[in-house]
């Protein structure tokens, strides 16, 4: 399974969750269950905003588990 990480790169940069909100242009519903890993698609517009905000490259923001 793919998986975002970006709580970890929050969390890495001393950055707090309420940072990336306000700076995404999506609903906060939506927004959680990006970052919470409940979302099926991420559109490359998200993923571009996010390499900005966070500081990183676009492989950074993910990783692969053995979870299912």
């Known amino acids: ?3 975002l990480r970006v709580l970890e790169i929050l969390k ?3 950055k707090k969750k309420y940072f990336l909100y306000k700076n995404m242009d ?3 519903q939506n ?3 990006m970052v919470n ?3 099926k698609s991420i559109k490359y517009s998200y993923i571009e905003l ?3 905000l966070l500081e990183c490259e676009p492989n950074d923001l993910f990783e692969i588990t053995d979870e299912k």
């Open 50 to 52: 996010l390499c900005e």
């Open 12 to 14: 890495e940069k001393g």
């Open 31 to 33: 927004f959680n269950k």
């Open 26 to 28: 999506m609903s906060y």
């Open 37 to 39: 890993n409940e979302t």
């Open 1 to 3: 399974m793919i998986r």
